[in-house]
């Protein structure tokens, strides 16, 4: 994962700088106990969006769906408007002095600095983090604002701004690649802890005949669903939360299952992944590093075999292997 957090709503905001406008940064160092009440009073401050900055460059493992883990040390960022010429009838520009003075009443101890952000646009440099990636040799992630690099490759259209899942973390890649080599022509997936939905919507690009999505958190539902859509494949895909799969599913048997998730819940899952993959069914594992490799192949040991092993850069590995 990166090292920066950005609590926006799941449709990105209008901050579009006018020509007499910019932005008061206001930063506070704290721990992580602290990041609530530090979000909380800036926001009471006026400010137009929070930041959660990495303080001390900790790793950060790929989130379980639903969670928001956070460093050790963190640096909470209050973005506030600021008019250089501010017409008559607005709102006064906040005073950085008053808004220090007010933090530092309630966090005595901590760093606390202001600074301005330059003008620019901030849709734009939102977007321009984001490029095409090429995931094995014929399926692209592309940013659904950008012209695919292959034109006759298989190109999905993300936007990556919806939930976790865009193909730069190396254990998405890692899916991505094992799911490009594999034959998924009419065949059926599950994809479970979706996020995104970009291995189940790559899955349905590549041949699939019908994907199973589940989440924990509702806003990965939300973001499959719309991400299905402008991929044109949403009349092939079932999403929904665990229980609706539970409850509606109970005996569905896929050919494939893949998983990118966290060391833990993968070993807590392996008897409900035997009981909805059908014999000799494919399996691939991602959200692991190379010490927990062996731990959750023993996990799966009385139902399936996994023998393939791979790594990306950061030490993270992907599990794969067959139903037995």
């Not at 137009?48 to 950060?60: F, K, N, R, T, Y």
């Not at 299952?257 to 060391?263: M, W």
Request: charged share 20%.
């Amino acid at each position: 994962m990166g090292n920066k957090l950005n609590f926006f709503p799941i449709s990105k905001p209008d901050l579009t700088v006018s020509p007499k406008m910019r932005w008061l940064q206001v930063h506070v160092d704290v721990v992580t106990a602290q990041v609530e009440a530090a979000e909380t009073l800036l926001t009471e401050l006026g400010a137009a969006s929070i930041v959660l900055d990495d303080a001390a460059d900790q790793p950060l493992l790929e989130p379980l769906p639903g969670e928001m883990p956070l460093w050790d040390q963190v640096i909470v960022t209050g973005l506030f408007s600021h008019y250089d010429s501010p017409e008559e009838g607005t709102e006064p520009n906040p005073d950085p002095d008053q808004i220090v003075a007010t933090l530092r009443g309630h966090f005595p101890t901590q760093s606390i600095t202001f600074d301005y952000l330059e003008e620019q646009i901030w849709e734009r440099a939102w977007m321009d983090h984001y490029e095409p990636i090429q995931c094995g040799d014929n399926l692209w992630i592309v940013p659904e604002w950008l012209e695919p690099p292959v034109a006759t490759a298989v190109n999905l259209k993300l936007d990556p701004g919806l939930a976790f899942g865009t193909g730069n973390h190396a254990s998405t890649f890692l899916c991505l690649q094992w799911l490009d080599q594999l034959p998924l022509a009419g065949k059926t997936v599950v994809d479970y802890g979706c996020g995104s939905g970009i291995l189940g919507i790559a899955a349905l690009l590549l041949g699939a005949e019908k994907v199973y999505a589940v989440d924990l958190d509702p806003q990965a539902i939300l973001a499959t669903r719309q991400n299905a859509q402008t991929n044109g494949v949403q009349d092939r895909l079932w999403v929904g939360l665990p229980e609706q799969f539970n409850e509606q599913l109970p005996e569905l048997k896929a050919n494939v299952i893949v998983a990118n998730i966290l060391a833990g819940p993968l070993m807590q899952l392996a008897p409900h992944f035997a009981d909805h993959c059908l014999a000799d069914g494919d399996i691939v594992l991602a959200g692991l590093i190379s010490e927990q490799v062996e731990e959750v192949r023993e996990a799966y040991a009385p139902w399936f075999n996994l023998n393939q092993h791979a790594i990306r850069e950061e030490n993270w590995c992907r599990l794969s292997g067959k139903r037995l």
